[in-house]
Every structure is written in structure tokens, then in C-alpha cells.
């Protein structure tokens, strides 16, 4: 009741549903009474089979079923690896667009400079999803700078690894400032994303815009993004085969890479993506007046 009453105070023209939490009904339900376009972002939920657990994957299935995603106007993919999967939850292939993530235009205005000590980083939720352990085995006299949010219970077991190994790793705070992160991602030389599960790996893209060497696990979202010419790619939770990617790139010139990893990631700016957005919520707006 209380979102409803939020809805009709703001009397919007709009209503872009961000993920597939049940709240999504009232604001599809609303949208539908008043003849406003609803959009929904799926944020690419679906995961490599595996690690959701399966009583959870059962419940979501069935979530799937009753959300009933053709009922919004358009269905927004964030990737284009997710599109499959919509289309055999029954999506018509005429509601889903693809409208990726921008990355802010502060990414592009200054690169950082691949030096020889290349120092390795990774920027994002230290958490067990994001497979950390595998790049610590991975790590031989290389230095690692691990940024984010991480639990105690999380850090004690990694801290374990890297006293084992006598690693130089260093754990530094979550940065959320624009200039503060761009100034921190131009101290490293390669970006490492050991991930077993990605959407759009938005940290990875902005290492990318700043000319800085990717380095990702094969999940879904960097695959979509890397290739043989713009970064390295290795099987997920493969240290050794992360450990030999790594020992090539210490006498490896990357500026080509480096290049190519900055050229892929302009596809994603920011004004070419919200171009493209104005103009897809503009014309439903049109369409749903005309109707009126």
C-alpha cells in the first residue's frame, strides 16, 4: 500500500523496475491501471549451474513463471549472454533490448601506463563468489592490492592463504568517489576478475577505459567483453592456468592490449548508452499518450 501511495504522489510517465523483486508486481500492476510503460532490468540473474543453491533455484523458477515478463513493454538487457535465457523463460524476442551499463565519461579522460613491476588489483565485493582464492594461488612474487568490502570470517581464510604462501597482498577500503577509484585503478597495471559468476562486470569495463590490462575468469559477463586481442581469459577456479597467464605477462609488452582493452570499453560510454536510453523512454511515453 505504501509503495502504491509513493507511485501515485510522483505521477510518473515512466516506471523502470530494477531486478525481479516482488515489488516489481505493484509497479507493474500500477503501470497497467494508469497506461504508463513499465520496463523491467533484469540485471542478468541467471546463474552457471551450480552455485545457487537448489532449493532456491526451484523457488525461482517458479517466481519466473508467475512474474509473467512479457506484461512489461520492454525487458532490458544488460548483456547480450542473458538474452538466451529470457527467451526460453518465454520472453517475446520484440520486448527485449539490449542496453548495457554506461561507464561514466571520467574513465576516458586520462590512461594509466603499463610499467615494468606490474602491479596486479582487484576492485569489487571480496566475497567467495568473486573466488579470490584462486587468484591468491595463482600469485607468485607479484603485488596485489585487493579493494572492496569483505567479511571478517572471508579476510581470516584468505589471510590464511597468504601467510602460506608469503604473498604481498594488501587489503585496502571500498572506494565509491569517482576520482578517488580512477586514481587508485591508475596505480596497477593489470586487473584481475577471478569471478565464478559476472552480469556486466562494470569494475572491469572502467579498468578497461583507463587502458589498464583485463584479466577474467570465463564467466558469463567476461567472456562477452574479452578476447584473444583486449585481455586474458582462463577457465574458472584455475589457478594454475591464471599463474601461467601471469608469468607471461611480467616480460610481455601489453600496450597493444592495453589499447584494445580501452578501445572495447568505449563501445560502453556513457553518452552513447544514455543516447540510446532517452531515446527508448521517450517513445513509449509517445506511444502510451497516444493511446490515451
Known sequence: MKKKNKLNKIKPNIIICNNRHPEVIIALSYAKKNNIPCLLVTHAPFLEKGIRNPFLEIAVKVYDKILNYNKFDKILAITEWEIPYLLKLGVKRSKIIYLPNPIPKEFFKSKAKIRKNK???FLGRITEIKDIETLLLALTD???ELIGPISEEYRVKLNRIIR???LKVKFSQPIYNIKDKIRKLKTADIFILPSKREGLPQS???????GIVPVSSKNQGAKEILNNKNGFLFNIGKSNELKQILEKTKNKNLNKISREARK???NFQEDKIMKQAESLYLSLIKKSHAKA
Do not use: P, R
Open 119 to 121: 602491479k596486479l588489483i
Open 142 to 144: 607479484q603485488e596485489l
Open 164 to 166: 602460506n604462501l608469503q
Open 204 to 210: 572491469l569495463l572502467e579498468a578497461m577505459a583507463l
Open 264 to 266: 572495447t570499453a568505449e
